[in-house]
C-alpha cells in the first residue's frame, strides 16, 4: 500500500440555483478519482462544498423573501442532499458562512494587509452582478459580459485593492517552470495569455452600504470581502489552516477540479494570493470543459440546466457517471443530450458489459453447476492474447488517471471487454461442453476472471455495478475494499459460486415496435379462418433449440440477432424482440423455432429460422419454450 496523500476539490458552488449536470459532472470527477486513489491505497481526502456570500445570494434571498441566511442554507442542502442521493463519497462538505472558514478568512486579510499588499482607493469601471466582478472596456463583448451576456453597469466607488499585480513576474515564472501546474496546456497557455497585459490590482471589497452579506474585513469593519477572496480561501480552512494535520498533510498535494470559466481566479487570482499571504501553492489546478446543450452552454443563468437527480431515476445512477466520464475528453467541450445517454446506455452497458456477464456466468451455471474454475495455465494462444490484454489494464488505466484522461481509462476498460467477448465466441464453451471438460474449464475460469478486472478497474467509475460484477463472480467481501496492489494481479482474487441474476442494464428504448419476427404481436384468440391441412402442417420443421448468444442489431429499435444451437448446428435467427427481452436476458433460454423457414436478411444479418412467441395478459411479448428442459434439437410433435 503506498499511503501517499492525495487532495481533490470540486470548486464550492454558489447556492443562487439548485445544482444541475453540469456541477454533477465536476463532482463525480472528483469522487471518481478519490475512489481510484483510495482503490490505488493512498490517504485520500475530497472536498465539496457551497459558496454563500455575496450580491448575487442577496438578491435571490430578497426575491424568495427569506433572509440571505435562510436561503443558503435551504440551497446549500439541496447540494448536499444531491450529492449523498447520488452517493459521491466526499470527506468534508464546507460552506464559506461557517464562522471557522470566516475567522480564517480574516485571518489571512490581515496578514497580507500587514506586509503592505492591500491598500484603499477609488475605482470606476463596468460591473457584473452575475459574475461579481469588475470587466475591462477590452474584456467586455458589447457592452455585455462574456459569460451571462448581460449588460455591464458603470460602478465607481471607494475600495481595498489587493497588489495583484506586484505578483505577475513570479506568477509567470512559476507557470513557465511548472508546465503541469495548469492543465490540460490549452488552459495554461490561456492563463499565459491574460499574464501578456499588465495585470491590474484586484478590488477585493463591497462598501456595507450596498452589500451586507460577506465577512467584514478585519481592518474596516465598513466593508466586506469580495466573495472570490472569500470562496478560494475555503481549500485551505477546510482542512483547519494553519496549524491543523489535514493542512500539513494534504495541502502539499492539492489538486483542483474546476470548470474553464472559472480559470481567471483559480489561475490567476488564488495563486498571488497565496503567495501574498506566505502559503505554498496547489500542485495542479485541473480544466475542465462545458457541457452544452444544443451547442450551448449549460448554464442556470440562462436556463439551459438538467436535473442530476432526473437523470439519475430515469437512466440509473451508474449509466449516468458512465455517460458523463466516457463522453467528454477531459479539458473539451462536449455535447449532452438523453439521446447520446441511452446510445452508450445501450451499446456499451447493455449489449457489451451487460451480455458478457450474463452469457458467461449462464454458461457456468448451465455446464458447471455454477463453480467458477480457478484460473490456470494459458493453454492456447487465444488464452495467452486475453491474459496479456487483463495483465496490461492496470498500468493503462493507471496512466489515464493520472492525466485525468477518464475516457481513455473507459476506453481501456471496454478494450478489455471486447477481447473477453472475441475470447468467447472464438473459443466457443458450448461446443467444449460436448467434448472438452477441461478446456471448457479454462476457458469459462479466464472469462470470468477479466470480468473480475474489469468490475475491479470500473469501481471508481461505477460504485454499484462494480460490487453487483464481483457479487455475482462470487468473490468474497467488498470492492471497496480491495486494493489494486494485489486485487489488479491476474489471479489475484479467488473466484466463488456464480450468481445469475437480473441484467446489469435493461436496454431503454424509445420508439414503438412492430411485430416481431415469428409472432404476430398481439393476442388472436379467434380461430383463423385460413384453415391448413394435417399434411401441411406437418410440413413445419418445428425443433427445441438454445440461445447461445444475443446481440441488438446495430440500427434497429426492435431486432435481435441470435445465436442458436439445434442439436450439433449452430444458426442465426433475427427476430423482433428487443423491446420485450434484453439480449443479456436470452442467452441460455430454451425456445422454440420453426426450423425449415426459407433464410431471409433483415437489416443485413441473415435469419435462418423462426422462434415462436405469444402475448401476455400484460401485452408483452411471451417466448415459447418447453415445459421443462428438452434435448437440444428435438423436433416438437
Not at 127 to 140: I, S
Request: with cysteine; net charge neutral; hydrophobic share 40%.
Amino acid at each position: 500500500m503506498s499511503e501517499q496523500p492525495f487532495y481533490v476539490t470540486t470548486p464550492i458552488y454558489y447556492v443562487n440555483a439548485p445544482p444541475h449536470s453540469g456541477h454533477a459532472y465536476t463532482t463525480i470527477v472528483a469522487d471518481t478519482v478519490s475512489r481510484y486513489h483510495r482503490l490505488a491505497g493512498d490517504r485520500t481526502y475530497f472536498l465539496t462544498g457551497t459558496d454563500e456570500h455575496g450580491d448575487k445570494i442577496a438578491q435571490a434571498a430578497a426575491r424568495a423573501g427569506e433572509t440571505p441566511q435562510a436561503y443558503a442554507d435551504r440551497i446549500s442542502g439541496m447540494f448536499r442532499e444531491t450529492w449523498t442521493r447520488m452517493g459521491l463519497r466526499f470527506d468534508q462538505f464546507i460552506r464559506t458562512t461557517e464562522a471557522r472558514h470566516k475567522r480564517v478568512v480574516q485571518a489571512i486579510l490581515q496578514t497580507i494587509h500587514d506586509a503592505g499588499d492591500i491598500y484603499f482607493s477609488e475605482y470606476g469601471g463596468l460591473y457584473c452582478v452575475g459574475c461579481e466582478r469588475f470587466y475591462t472596456e477590452k474584456e467586455a463583448v458589447d457592452g455585455k459580459c462574456p459569460d451571462h451576456q448581460t449588460p455591464l453597469e458603470y460602478v465607481k466607488e471607494q475600495n481595498y485593492f489587493f497588489r495583484m499585480s506586484k505578483y505577475q513576474d513570479w506568477l509567470i515564472r512559476h507557470i513557465q517552470e511548472h508546465p503541469d501546474f495548469i492543465r490540460p496546456e490549452r488552459y495554461r497557455n490561456e492563463a499565459l495569455g491574460f499574464l501578456r497585459e499588465p495585470l491590474e490590482d484586484l478590488c477585493i471589497s463591497r462598501p456595507r452600504s450596498r452589500l451586507e452579506w460577506g465577512i467584514p474585513l478585519p481592518f474596516d469593519d465598513r466593508y466586506v470581502t469580495y466573495v472570490w477572496f472569500d470562496a478560494l480561501i475555503n481549500y485551505v480552512s477546510a482542512l483547519d489552516y494553519p496549524d491543523g494535520d489535514l493542512f500539513r498533510t494534504f495541502w502539499p498535494v492539492a489538486q483542483h477540479l474546476i470548470a474553464k470559466d472559472i480559470l481567471k481566479p483559480h489561475g490567476i487570482y488564488w495563486p498571488t494570493m497565496l503567495r501574498a499571504a506566505g502559503i505554498p501553492v496547489y500542485r495542479h489546478l485541473n480544466v475542465h470543459g462545458y457541457w452544452l446543450m444544443d451547442e450551448a452552454k449549460m448554464s442556470k443563468s440562462r436556463g439551459r440546466v438538467l436535473s442530476p437527480l432526473e437523470l439519475a431515476d430515469k437512466y440509473g445512477l451508474d449509466a449516468l457517471r458512465y455517460f458523463l466520464l466516457r463522453e467528454m475528453a477531459f479539458g473539451l467541450d462536449a455535447n449532452f443530450s438523453e439521446e447520446a445517454l441511452v446510445g452508450r446506455l445501450n451499446a456499451d452497458l447493455a449489449n457489451n458489459l451487460g451480455n458478457l456477464l450474463q452469457r458467461t456466468l449462464g454458461m457456468v451455471g448451465r455446464y458447471l453447476d455454477g463453480g467458477i474454475p480457478p484460473v490456470g495455465e494459458a493453454a492456447t494462444e487465444g488464452d495467452r492474447e486475453l491474459q496479456r490484454a487483463a495483465e496490461t489494464l492496470h498500468g493503462r488505466v493507471a496512466a489515464a488517471m493520472e492525466g485525468f484522461a477518464f475516457h481513455k481509462a473507459l476506453e481501456a476498460i471496454w478494450e478489455l471487454l471486447d477481447a473477453a467477448n472475441r475470447y468467447i465466441d472464438a473459443q466457443k464453451p458450448w461446443e467444449l461442453a460436448k467434448r472438452d471438460g477441461p478446456a471448457l474449464a479454462r476457458v469459462l475460469g479466464f472469462t470470468c476472471e477479466a470480468l473480475r478486472l474489469v468490475g475491479l478497474h470500473l469501481s471508481p467509475f461505477m460504485p454499484p455495478t462494480a460490487e453487483k460484477i464481483w457479487a455475482r463472480l462470487g468473490i468474497a467481501g467488498s470492492v471497496a475494499d480491495a486494493r489494486l496492489s494485489e486485487a489488479g494481479r491476474w489471479g489475484g482474487v479467488p473466484l466463488g459460486i456464480a450468481r445469475q441474476g437480473e441484467a446489469l442494464f435493461p436496454r431503454v428504448e424509445t420508439g414503438a415496435a412492430a411485430p416481431p419476427h415469428g409472432a404476430t404481436g398481439k393476442n388472436e384468440t379467434a380461430a383463423s379462418s385460413d384453415e391448413i391441412t394435417i399434411e401441411e402442417f406437418r410440413r413445419l420443421d418445428l425443433r427445441v433449440a438454445v440461445i447461445l448468444g444475443a446481440r441488438a442489431v446495430p440500427g434497429s429499435k426492435k431486432l435481435v440477432e441470435l445465436r442458436v444451437g439445434v442439436g450439433a448446428e449452430e444458426r442465426t435467427i433475427v427476430a423482433g424482440i428487443l423491446l420485450d427481452y434484453p439480449p443479456a436476458e436470452l442467452v441460455g433460454k430454451q425456445i422454440v423455432i420453426v426450423a425449415n423457414l426459407k433464410p431471409t436478411k433483415l437489416m443485413g444479418v441473415e435469419s435462418r429460422g423462426m422462434l415462436l412467441a405469444g402475448t401476455g395478459a400484460d401485452g408483452k411479448l411471451v417466448l415459447i419454450a418447453p415445459e421443462r428442459s428438452a434435448e437440444i434439437g428435438a423436433r416438437v410433435k
